[in-house]
């Protein structure tokens, strides 16, 4: 699954010790969400999404989706 | 913005919430108390220091109940950890358990069939946490 991590962190100019601050999650975690090595589970999509307010399916995009 | 996009094994291993890094410091304070107990019980019986008997067992008996302190305060780390903390966890923990029922099986097939004469468990023991170890080390590595 791609997503827009990084993109929506640059916009605020956030490292990722402070996104991961911000989400409750290690740095490793955002390294790995950022990176498309890890899919975050629901709940933590959700509490992203609420971030950066913005609806799931515009952060996360499927591979598959044309 | 700093581009953070490959870590180190020591900053994954350091990295964590501040819950993930306190539960962490309990878990490894029990878990020494409960191996530290356990080597001094073996090092007393093996020299004859604690004979066999009623004391050598309660003190085992006490070191066990350290182990389950320590077995409680792994349960809260992985139920409070990171989820990808939790994730890497539950996969080295998975390995080594396959290999713990798989290495015991196996032997003791071997032990029947007489290609072993005889077999310690103690050795499934040691292989099913270094397996953990290992597994722990390639998950880190893998999700950095």
């Excluded at chain 1, 996104?19 to 709940?43: H, I, M, W």
């Excluded at chain 2, 581009?3 to 994954?12: A, K, L, P, S, V």
């Excluded at chain 2, 290495?103 to 290609?115: K, Y």
């Excluded at chain 2, 722990?136 to 999700?143: L, N, S």
């Amino acid at each position: 699954m791609k997503n827009r991590l990084k993109t929506l962190r640059a916009e605020r100019d956030w490292t990722q010790a402070r996104l991961a601050q911000e989400l409750d999650v290690s740095r490793q975690t955002v390294n790995a969400l950022e990176t498309g090595k890890y899919d975050p589970s629901l709940p933590l999509a959700f509490r992203i999404a609420r971030l950066f307010e913005r609806p799931i399916e515009e952060i996360f995009l499927e591979n598959a989706a044309p | 913005m700093t581009d953070e996009t490959r870590q180190g094994f020591w900053d994954i291993a350091c990295s964590g919430t501040a819950t993930d890094r306190r539960n962490k410091r309990r878990m490894r304070a029990w878990l020494l108390s409960w191996m530290g107990s356990w080597l001094a019980i073996i090092m007393a019986l093996r020299f004859d220091w604690l004979p066999q008997g009623l004391l050598a067992t309660t003190l085992t008996i006490l070191s066990a109940v350290l182990g389950l302190f320590a077995l409680a305060a792994y349960r809260r780390f992985l139920l409070e950890a990171d989820e990808l903390h939790r994730k890497i966890q539950l996969e080295a923990l998975a390995a080594a358990v396959g290999i713990g029922v798989l290495g015991g099986l196996t032997a003791w097939l071997l032990v029947l069939t007489g290609a072993l004469e005889s077999f310690d468990g103690l050795w499934i023991i040691v292989a099913m946490l270094f397996s953990h170890g290992i597994g722990v080390f390639i998950g880190q590595r893998r999700y950095s």
